[in-house]
């Protein structure tokens, strides 16, 4: 049973436009959300949070929005660079007790493949 | 320079072995995890570790085991039970200490089994 979904394997956007990408949640608990980047045979880089209590989070070119009543999160990447192509992961974390209660421990969506064309 | 690391970066052995894959932290963290990554299923949670000497199974701990002696070692055993090893694995840390934080992630062992 997948807590957090990432139904878009792949996107595909122009230089200069915006990236959006989505994530959808199941489990209420979570609490904390975050996006990592990753390259082909390389470890996933953190980019952003967001913190239940807070619907919104800037960082640059990076935006992380939370709805909490439709479960649902987005990363916002404008203007959208190449060198942005990568797989892109939502991740979230909260007081889960089928890990025995312990926060921290992040569940990962699938991931989308963002592809920025020059 | 703080970070976390894994070795080696590849990895084969031939189908029966067991196989220990090192993840080694001097970020001074509390919490370690493995995930496993295969092709179109994103990172899968093994085992994870919030404290020393304490370790806890996640979503597919089925043929693997780990120890926690020490702080910054977290190693995972990839044993003869696992059906499918082949996969790329991820190890991470984070602070722990029931915060809710990032995780930073080592640059990953791909182990191939033959």
């Known amino acids: 049973d997948q807590q957090v979904k990432q139904n878009s394997p792949s996107l595909s956007v122009q230089e200069g436009r915006i990236s959006i990408l989505n994530c959808d949640y199941t489990?209420?608990?979570?609490?904390?959300f975050l996006w990592y980047k990753k390259y082909p045979a390389e470890g996933p880089t953190f980019l952003i949070s967001?913190?239940?209590?807070?619907d919104k989070n800037e960082d640059g070119r990076f935006t992380v929005f939370l709805n909490k009543s439709a479960k649902h999160l987005s990363l916002h990447i404008v203007p959208s660079q190449p060198g942005d192509s990568a797989v892109y992961f939502c991740?979230?974390?909260?007081?889960?007790?089928?890990?025995?209660?312990?926060?921290?421990?992040?569940?990962f969506g699938k991931g989308t493949k963002l592809s920025v064309k020059p | 320079d703080g970070g976390i690391t894994q070795s080696p970066k590849y990895l084969f052995r031939k189908e029966g072995q067991n196989v220990t894959l090192s993840c080694e932290q001097n970020l001074n963290h509390d919490a370690m995890y493995w995930y496993r990554q295969d092709p179109g299923q994103g990172l899968r949670l093994i085992y994870y570790s919030q404290i020393v000497n304490d370790f806890q199974k996640g979503d597919i701990a089925e043929g693997y085991s780990v120890s926690r002696e020490k702080k910054e070692s977290f190693p995972l055993t990839v044993t003869s039970a696992q059906k499918n090893p082949t996969a790329f694995y991820l190890c991470?840390?984070?602070?722990?200490?029931?915060?809710?934080?990032?995780?930073?992630f080592g640059q990953g062992t791909r182990l191939t089994v033959v």
């Open positions: 489990n209420s608990m979570f609490d904390y």
């Open positions: 967001i913190s239940s209590i807070k």
């Open positions: 991470a840390s984070s602070i722990g200490q029931g915060r809710n934080t990032e995780a930073f």
């Open positions: 991740a979230a974390s909260g007081f889960l007790m089928n890990y025995g209660g312990s926060q921290g421990n992040l569940i």
